[in-house]
């Protein structure tokens, strides 16, 4: 009753939220990270310890071919990229939106609003902690290998020559397909590869370890999730399964996934 009193007194759309946060209360389950934390630090210390310094000796010798193709793709996991994209996806869609009825139009409208704000809001998000940590640690890039090695430190240091660790642009690959992963689980395997594949262009290139991409793709993946969860405790996009996972609730328009 108090609680109700309280919602009373917020304006009608946090009210509307606060009843969506409540309705699904009972499906809500403790959600343990220990699990994907030690995984995502092993593999960072795997990474580190077999595979930094042989690329740090070997980076200068790949193939100028791969190389190229490599720098080709990279820049998909550009913030201004992504950004971009999601807008252009939302306008295509309300521009098409247009030409449907009144229900179906609003229905669609409001999946492409709301799927536009959880990949925004994973990204950013994601991506503020990936270059507080980048700057706050100072790791030397490959780049420099020859001079700082592969435990070259200079926190603070605010150049791009220090910023390799965890990388940012692998943050944000990360953090786009999984949320892809999230939202079309039909396709997660394909999602997944893509942003492996993505992440290793860093690599390829010189400008960050393997260890910095699995630091990246895991810090993203885990905001993805994380706002995911978020997401589907008010029904926002998602849903909560009888575990307590977030599932896609939309229809599947025009995907054909059934609506749970």
Do not use: C
Not at 2 to 14: N, R, S, V
Not at 65 to 91: E, Y
Not at 136 to 143: E, F, K, M, N, S
Not at 186 to 195: A, K, N, V
């Amino acid at each position: 009753m108090e609680a109700t009193l309280q919602d009373t007194k917020k304006p009608a759309f946090l009210q509307r939220l606060s009843a969506r946060y409540r309705a699904r209360a009972r499906l809500r389950r403790r959600i343990s990270w220990v699990g994907y934390s030690l995984a995502s630090v092993n593999l960072i210390l795997l990474a580190f310890l077999v595979f930094d310094t042989p690329l740090g000796l070997s980076a200068k010798e790949l193939p100028k071919r791969l190389v190229t193709i490599a720098g080709d793709v990279t820049d998909i996991g550009r913030l201004t990229v992504i950004f971009s994209v999601t807008a252009t996806v939302l306008l295509a869609g309300i521009l098409i939106g247009r030409r449907l009825s009144g229900v179906r139009r609003r229905y669609r409208m409001a999946i492409l609003v709301q799927m536009a704000v959880y990949f925004s809001l994973s990204v950013a998000s994601a991506s503020l902690v990936a270059h507080g940590l980048k700057l706050a640690i100072g790791r030397a890039r490959p780049l420099l290998y020859d001079s700082e090695g592969i435990f070259g430190l200079h926190p603070f240091a605010g150049d791009f020559f220090y910023e390799s660790f965890p990388s940012g642009h692998s943050t944000h690959v990360g953090a786009v397909f999984a949320a892809l992963a999230l939202l079309f689980p039909r396709f997660r395997i394909l999602f997944l590869s893509l942003g492996l594949w993505l992440g290793a262009t860093r690599i390829i290139l010189g400008v960050h370890y393997p260890s910095d991409v699995v630091a990246g793709l895991a810090l993203g993946a885990w905001f993805a999730f994380a706002t995911a969860v978020l997401f589907s405790r008010f029904g926002i996009i998602f849903t909560l399964s009888p575990g307590g996972w977030p599932l896609p609730r939309f229809l599947g328009l025009p995907f054909g996934i059934r609506r749970h």
